[in-house]
């Protein structure tokens, strides 16, 4: 498991709206992509997380970036995530956790991802990242 460091960044799509808080974790889990989308989708439930604007304000968006190599193109699940290649506030803190990790469908690592990104909304380092133990599900 690895955790990267917080940050706070611009907003994406609906402007008008406080800055966020993003992380990347990484875990290790024997459930499978639907089930662990549904373990996500339960946590921001139980935090409060009304869905009414799409890229509106929320308390908490828990996104299922990857799963290891795999591809899943659902109605209701799309992995990798969809746009994750398009948004420095999901590539900073990917990259310094996993910046090696190849894009299963672009075959492009995340540093490449970041490099080539077109961008430029503000990312700032809000607190530097800690070792943590294992974590699994």
Not at 84 to 96: I, M, Q, S
Not at 100 to 115: E, N
Not at 116 to 131: A, G
Request: proline content about 4%.
């Amino acid at each position: 498991m690895d955790v990267s460091s917080f940050y706070s960044s611009e907003p994406v799509g609906m402007e008008n709206q406080n800055w966020f808080v993003n992380a990347v974790i990484e875990i290790k889990t024997t459930l499978a992509a639907r089930d662990l989308l549904h373990v996500l989708q339960n946590i921001e439930n139980t935090m409060g997380r009304k869905r009414e604007i799409k890229g509106g304000p929320r308390i908490i968006d828990l996104d299922l970036l990857f799963y290891g190599q795999d591809v899943i193109d659902e109605a209701d699940l799309t992995v990798p995530h969809p746009e994750l290649h398009k948004r420095r506030f999901v590539l900073e803190p990917l990259n310094e956790i996993a910046s090696y990790f190849l894009h299963p469908a672009f075959g492009v690592s995340m540093r490449g991802l970041k490099d080539r990104l077109d961008d430029q909304k503000v990312v700032k380092l809000l607190e530097k990242r800690k070792k943590v133990g294992r974590l699994s599900c």
